[in-house]
């Protein structure tokens, strides 16, 4: 699944957030974040110490890629950019999604999504 797709389904299931991945209230509802919608899309929103790592490990290219924000024109990598846009520009978590969509990298080979599947898996054994 690509970051902006889980991103978007995230954002489906839980409320907004900023400066934070993730919080569940009292009450059991659950609110994220940008980056905490995605961990939640695809059932890592449990995992408090190992968010960032997760995100880095599924989606490498976070870390790697640089994005100018289109609200400032900061100059930042990918994560950052799209933290930056969650908590200082308070964008939607859907509007920062289609921002993602138009970062990211667009080819999804069903291989690669396997080994990063089994890495993830295995980082995630290692953490708990």
């Avoid at 934070?20 to 509802?29: L, P, T």
């Avoid at 890592?44 to 880095?56: D, F, K, P, T, V």
């Avoid at 100059?75 to 993602?100: C, G, K, P, Q, T």
Wanted: glycine share 6%; with cysteine.
């Amino acid at each position: 699944m690509k970051l902006s797709e889980a991103i978007s389904l995230g954002a489906m299931a839980t409320e907004h957030v900023t400066h934070a991945f993730i919080i569940i209230n009292e009450d059991g509802s659950i609110v994220t974040c940008a980056i905490g919608s995605a961990l939640y899309a695809v059932g890592q929103h449990l995992r408090w110490s190992a968010e960032r790592n997760y995100i880095s490990m599924r989606w490498r290219w976070v870390v790697s890629n640089r994005a100018q924000c289109p609200g400032c024109g900061g100059h930042f990598n990918a994560m950052a950019a799209i933290m930056h846009l969650n908590d200082s520009h308070r964008w939607s978590r859907e509007r920062i999604a289609f921002f993602v969509s138009m970062i990211e990298p667009q080819e999804q080979v069903l291989l690669e999504d396997q080994r990063e599947e089994q890495s993830v898996s295995e980082y995630v054994e290692v953490v708990t």
